[in-house]
């Protein structure tokens, strides 16, 4: 069973920064490299909507294609470690709109070259984390 775990949540005043991993669950055997991988949010009383993605590798013989939604352009950044198994989400100059519950999700295609993440994207992801709470305040 796959397993993504997110962590690095937490509470940082606005224009602070943070960074978001999500490792696959050593037990699952699960190679993020091979998939796209995508952040979603959700704020209290809001619909999920998609962050950034970040395409498959190949295993490694391949750039990753990235995408972002409009709010993370030129504030975000996702990257891989393929070493380590993990993709993070570099959140720079936050706000008090970037509060929510930030969740990575796995394509349930492996070494697909799809990166997007609108709504109608969503139904791609198949395997989802728990989520780690983002929380901008002053």
């Known amino acids: 069973q796959v397993q993504l775990v997110e962590s690095g949540g937490g509470l940082v005043q606005p224009g602070g920064s943070l960074r978001l991993s999500c490792v696959a669950s050593?037990?699952?055997?699960?190679?993020?490299?091979?998939?796209?991988i995508g952040w979603f949010r959700q704020a209290p009383g809001k619909e999920r909507e998609g962050v950034a993605c970040?395409?498959?590798?190949?295993?490694?013989?391949?750039?990753?294609?990235?995408n972002y939604a409009v709010a993370a352009k030129g504030r975000f950044t996702i990257s891989r470690d393929n070493a380590k198994n993990t993709v993070y989400l570099q959140m720079n100059s936050l706000d008090t709109e970037d509060t929510a519950v930030y969740y990575c999700?796995?394509?349930?295609?492996?070494?697909?070259?799809?990166?997007?993440?609108?709504?109608?994207?969503?139904?791609?992801?198949?395997?989802w984390g728990q989520g780690t709470q983002v929380t901008v305040s002053s």
């Open positions: 999700a796995a394509d349930g295609n492996p070494f697909s070259n799809f990166c997007a993440v609108r709504p109608r994207d969503t139904r791609r992801y198949e395997y």
């Open positions: 050593r037990s699952s055997g699960f190679a993020l490299d091979y998939y796209t």
């Open positions: 970040i395409s498959s590798t190949d295993g490694g013989t391949s750039d990753a294609r990235t």
